[in-house]
């Protein structure tokens, strides 16, 4: 039984650039949900999928938009990245029925120069 | 808003010695509780929850942790520590009834000396 995958592992960007993250969920799972982590914090909420709808979304702006796919994967999405988005992205899938345990990736590191 | 805190950033412990960490939470109803792991590097493993029922949870590789409600606090204690226990812990709160957002403490970073 795959847990969750995230893709790419690492990934170097510049200032104002955009990138795309992408997580599959745990076999099962249709509820996906999206966390920031940066270095030496707790993971911050940023959104969750469910249905192909953002349902839930934390303190993040705009810039940091999302999508669920039928098969229920889904991408994060960053556009003009600023240093400070710098950060490990953790992506969190759960079954919306069962209750709220959500089990985690291994997330992306990305790094702003 | 709820919030979580995690008052130890630091702690060091022998190995073979008992380890408590410490978790506190602010929440206006019945909280989902949890405590994750992460080794360096690597994503969130969830070592035990709390939803309701029995107040001392039991999880992976040795950890429990109890809900005290009049505390507001959920501590989790491992009685004999193992030099791999060494690694960050989080504890989180999240929504009763639906809605799967966790929020997290700031961790606490566990040393194991030899």
């Known amino acids: 039984d795959a847990g969750v995958t995230q893709s790419p592992t690492h990934l170097i960007k510049t200032r104002g650039q955009q990138v795309t993250l992408r997580c599959s969920p745990k076999s099962g799972h249709d509820t996906v949900s999206w966390y920031q982590q940066a270095l030496g914090q707790g993971p911050q909420f940023i959104f969750q999928?469910?249905?192909?709808?953002?349902?839930q979304r934390g303190n993040f702006p705009d810039r940091f938009s999302g999508h669920q796919f039928p098969n229920y994967s889904s991408e994060l999405n960053v556009n003009a990245l600023l240093l400070g988005d710098s950060a490990l992205y953790l992506c969190?899938?759960?079954?919306?029925?069962?209750?709220?345990?959500?089990?985690f990736g291994p997330g992306t590191r990305l790094t702003v120069l | 808003a709820q919030s979580v805190t995690q008052p130890d950033i630091h702690i060091t412990v022998s190995e073979g010695a008992s380890l408590e960490l410490r978790c506190n939470y602010s929440y206006g109803a019945t909280p989902y509780l949890f405590w994750y792991v992460q080794s360096p590097g690597q994503g969130l493993q969830l070592l035990l929850k709390?939803?309701?029922?029995?107040?001392l949870v039991q999880g992976i590789k040795g950890f429990e942790a109890e809900f005290k409600r009049s505390q507001s606090s959920f501590n989790l204690r491992k009685p004999s520590v193992h030099w791999s226990d060494a690694a960050e812990y989080f504890c989180?709160?999240?929504?009763?009834?639906?809605?799967?957002?966790?929020?997290f403490g700031t961790g606490t970073q566990l040393k194991v000396e030899l």
């Open positions: 999928y469910y249905e192909e709808e953002e349902r």
């Open positions: 989180a709160v999240g929504l009763t009834g639906g809605g799967n957002k966790l929020t």
């Open positions: 969190a899938s759960s079954l919306r029925l069962a209750g709220d345990t959500q089990y």
């Open positions: 709390y939803f309701s029922g029995d107040t």
